[in-house]
């Protein structure tokens, strides 16, 4: 062989090495601690953004139909926003249930509470109501009560005004029962029943110390002695008469006919009353006049000087303060027990 061809086949051999792949080296017997494969991150799908939830309309408010004193069906579509009392104890209702931003109105001996004075007077229910000044003020309930006469409320309903008659409680519950009606006309039937809770309290609370009293005095209650020989009186029937026998007292006047009646000094005197209560104080009416009245020196009431002057609008306004005449009243009456 040629020096030359030798040559070249060694040249081949060295390529053809060059070319070939190399070794795989063995794994070591050192063991390296398990790894979790990598996953590839999951790429979460695109919500498309929802719309917001459309605005729920505000339901209307239903209708508020009730039967008044007088026996009308009174409907309203909703809760009174602009009263007209024609009323004192309708405007102390009123206000004690928070509704006295609503009242645009009242009757001018509406003087309780003390704001109620700064509501637009229309006129006296004894004199004569501005039926006029009632329209001005565009009312969408007239809020009335006994004070007024029937021929009032018929003159205001020809006007094509709402008028709700409220009727005159004869016992407590029918007093909670019309605050819970107020609580209705104006949407303060909340406050209506707090307030009924309160009251019902109260009551509890008097009758429980009484149930130790140990006897029941005998009472004159004064309306009007304008006529000091035959003054008014509360007869039977009356709240006043009620108050009297729940605050542990005998209403003399309770034997005489009609719910105000007259009493002549000699059924006075033979009555002989314990103590004398002044509704009429509020009037000037005093216990030293009293006592200087022809005849009266003979009465116990006078000669254990048991005259009292008394704040007649706790007990002849049917509403809240009714409570406050039956705490005042059994105060009078029994003192011994509300030490």
Known sequence: MSRKLLS????ITIMLSACSPAATPRPTATTSPTQAPTQAPTIAPTVAPTEPPAPTATPA?????????????????????????????????????????????????????????????IGSVFQKINTEAIVALKPDLILAAEINSPEQ???????????????????????????????????????????????KARYDSVVKKLAAAKDAPTVFYEIDATDPTKPYTSGPGTFIDLVIGLAGGKNIGAELKGAFAQISSEELVKQNPNLIVLGDALYGVTAEAVAQRPGWNALDAVKSKQIFAFDDNLISRPGPRLIDGLEQMAKLLHPELFK
């Not at 102390?92 to 509501?119: C, H, M, T, W």
């Open 153 to 199: 409320v018929k003159a205001l309903e020809d006007l094509k005004l709402t008028v709700y008659y409220l009727q005159n409680p004869k016992a407590f519950d029918d007093l909670y029962a019309n605050l819970e009606t107020v609580g209705k006309l104006t949407g303060r039937s909340a406050e209506a029943a707090k307030l009924n809770e309160s009251l």
């Open 61 to 121: 408010p239903e209708p508020i139909k009730l039967t008044d004193g007088l026996g009308r069906s009174i409907e309203l579509a909703a809760p009174a926003q602009r009263i007209v009392s024609i009323a004192p104890s309708n405007t102390e209702i009123l206000f004690a249930l928070g509704a006295g931003k609503q009242v645009v109105g009242r009757e001018e001996l509406s003087d309780y509470p003390a704001e109620a004075k700064n509501v637009t007077s």
């Open 8 to 11: 070249l086949l060694l040249l």
